[in-house]
């Protein structure tokens, strides 16, 4: 079963994610708050049918965070634990907003984005320059699929002993293509009317549906939760 969730409630969730894995959890009640939260974008996913998607986040937010309590102590002391514990507080302290972010990528439409920003009244700058991210990273994750390949079928890879050949034959290109493709983003941004003086119109229509309203109650509700107990 998938939820169609309005753009405007999925980017109130990652700033209320973001917020909240921004402070840092000083009791176990407050680490409890954030895994759950950081749990509701993976289901999302999950309901969404992105599952492989869904388990690596999930595998390695969980992995990150057993390093973290159950092998690494406060009194362990040399590099790989220093290293360790370092890594493992990144990932715990970023993965939550990323996994809640590509949620938000993968499941909205750059119509139904851009309709979103407009009835926040947005301005044509910051809504252009979002939806060009938007369309950004899938697609560039497209083209370094495509030259991957192209490069396998050549030999050029890691096991083949390769390694010099293969960061210049696959990273170049990757590069180029970059340059090129938000060019031609911004380009059909500009021809399809955003940043124009008339106002543009939309055939997608957004309302705010009763699950839009239970997760906006829940994570506004996690947000007073998570603030009340660690600064009151």
């Known amino acids: 079963m998938k939820l169609k969730l ?6 109130y969730m990652i700033l209320v994610v973001s917020s909240i894995v921004m402070m840092s959890a000083t009791s176990l009640f407050l680490w409890v708050v954030r895994i759950i939260i950081t749990m509701v974008p993976i289901g999302l996913l999950i309901l969404e049918k992105h599952y492989a998607l869904a388990l690596r986040f999930l595998i390695f937010y969980v992995s990150a965070l057993v390093l973290m309590f159950a092998f690494i102590s406060e009194n362990s002391t040399g590099f790989l634990t220093a290293f360790l514990l370092g890594y493992c507080s990144i990932v715990v302290q970023f993965m939550p907003a990323m996994i809640t972010a590509w949620y938000v990528v993968r499941t909205t439409r750059i119509d139904e984005f851009v309709s979103a920003m407009q009835k926040m009244h947005m301005p044509d700058g910051i809504t252009i320059s979002l939806a060009v991210v938007m369309r950004f990273f899938p697609t560039i994750k497209e083209e370094y699929g495509s030259i991957r390949d192209a490069m396998k079928m050549r030999g050029v890879m890691f096991g ?5 050949r293969m960061v210049e034959f696959r990273m170049i290109p990757v590069l180029f293509s970059c340059v090129n493709i938000g060019n031609e983003l911004s380009a059909a941004a500009i021809t399809r009317g955003l940043g124009g003086k008339v106002k543009r119109t939309s055939v997608e229509e957004l309302g705010l549906s009763l699950t839009d309203v239970v997760l906006i109650t829940l994570f506004s509700a996690t947000m007073i939760i998570f603030v009340v107990f660690k600064y009151l």
């Open 6 to 11: 309005d753009p405007r409630t999925k980017l």
């Open 160 to 164: 083949g002993g390769n390694v010099a």
